[in-house]
Every structure is written in C-alpha cells, then in structure tokens.
C-alpha cells in the first residue's frame, strides 16, 4: 500500500474567466497524516481542495488517488467522494435539509446503504461531533459553531478516508476551537487522514504531522512543521512565525535551551513542560 494517498503531480488549473489558480503544483498527501495547508488568500488552498474529490479537474496535470489516476466517471466521482469528504468554511453552503437528523443521513442514503446502517451510521457520526441532542432541531435555529459540527457529522457518516477541512476554525471562539480540535484528534486516532486549510500557524505548528505551503498557486514547501515553518523564505512568505517557536528561540538567546531530543516544543503544552523540565534541572544540585 502506498504510502501517499493523493497526489498532485504538475497540477494547473484555470478558472473559465482566465484566472490562475494552481500553476504546476506538485504535491503529496500521506496516509493517515495531520496536514495543514498554509498560504495567503488567493495561494490557491481552496482550489486545491476542490480538486482533491473531483469538483474541478486539472486544466494540465494529474491528480492520482492511492497511485492511481482520478477516474472522472460519473461512476469512478461518486466512489471518490464516498472516500474524500470536503467541509467547506461557510456550513451555510453545504446545510440544506430541514432537521439535523435529515442532513447527516443525506450522504449515507444517497451510498444506497439499507436503513439501518445509515441511522447507525448518523448516530455515531451525531456522538462523535457532540450533537446527539440536536438531532431533530431544525438546521436553521443552530448556531455558527452547531452547524459546522453537523457539516462534519455529514462527512463522517460518509465513513471517508480522507476528510478535507477548509478554515473549519473561522468564525469559533477559543472553546469551540477547543473542542473542534478534540474532534480531529478523535478522527484521527481512528485512522482518519485530515487536511486543513488554516490561517492560524500556531495551530497547524501544534497540530499537523505534516505543513504544505502553497504561494502563487505552485508549492513552495512541505514537511515537518518545525523544519518548514521556520525557514526564512517560507516566514517571509507567510508573514509570521508561530508564538512558541518565537519565544522558544528568544529563551535560546539567553542560554535557556528546551531542545528535548533535537525537538522543539510546538505548543503551550510543550513549552509548559519544557520550561519546567528546565527549572527542574536548574535547581537539581
């Protein structure tokens, strides 16, 4: 089995209206991994995602799904996006039935699965997101943050593989943010691949496996986040560095080192325990 589930390879893409979007992108997506995609508005992150379950198909270039080209079939659509699910950033767009309940089933009912898997299915997919007790609430009468977890409930009971995220924190406040990310981690613990698109560099530094940049529509790095988001041109890029790695650095110019291993801490929690280690060893006789 391939260690890369998607990949872009010489990736362009032209909207009818002569924009660019994507200009020879290559990319790749690894099994299981914690991406976050990072980039300037108009970088080409949502043009990405719309092509990584065949909304839009390259102008030149391929994109392949387990080594395999994209089969734009009707058939070959229908099997992907049973295995790629997209929650785009306004859940206003992707909501349309009348109850919560109704939503979630939407996508297991339209897989021509029997009725009793799909009801299992959206009640799992209802737990899992925390809105078990909204089940029957009209979508309508939800709040910002209640609709964005039903948009996610909705992908899950697809049981994809992969699931695509685009700013899925825009518009939370800290404790839903909070609670947004103990969903990830849940699905990702199940085996899930995650990709997010996000603005925050502080949570894709704490969070991914994995940081893909984009700029200009063409990749201009990937890695691992402390290797990647670190580097000059991709700072420079992006306007800033995360908070912990700032003030990991600055500590460093005073002869306090929390290297653990060759690792940096990537977020509060790290830089927490980090400093108290180092307290700890300071006054150790």
Known sequence: MSENIITFESVSYRYPDGTGALDNCSLEIRRGARTAVLGANGAGKTTMFLHLNGILRPSAGRVYWEEQPLDYSRNGLRKLRSRVGLVFQNPDNQLFSASVREDVSFGPMNQGLEESIVRKRVEDALLAVGMTAAADKPVHNLSYGQKKRVCIAGVLAME????????????????????????????????????????????????????????????????????ILLREDVRTTLGATPLVAEITSRLSLIGVDLHDKENLPRNKSDLLHALAIYTRKEHTP
């Open 160 to 227: 994809p593989d992969v699931i695509v995220l685009d700013e899925p924190m825009a518009g939370l406040d800290a404790v839903m943010q909070e609670e947004l990310t103990g969903i990830l981690e849940r699905m990702h613990t199940s085996g899930m691949t995650i990709i997010i698109a996000t603005h925050d560099l502080d949570f894709a530094f704490g969070w991914a496996d994995n940081v893909t940049v984009l700029h200009a529509g063409q990749l201009l790095a990937s890695g691992n986040p402390s290797g």
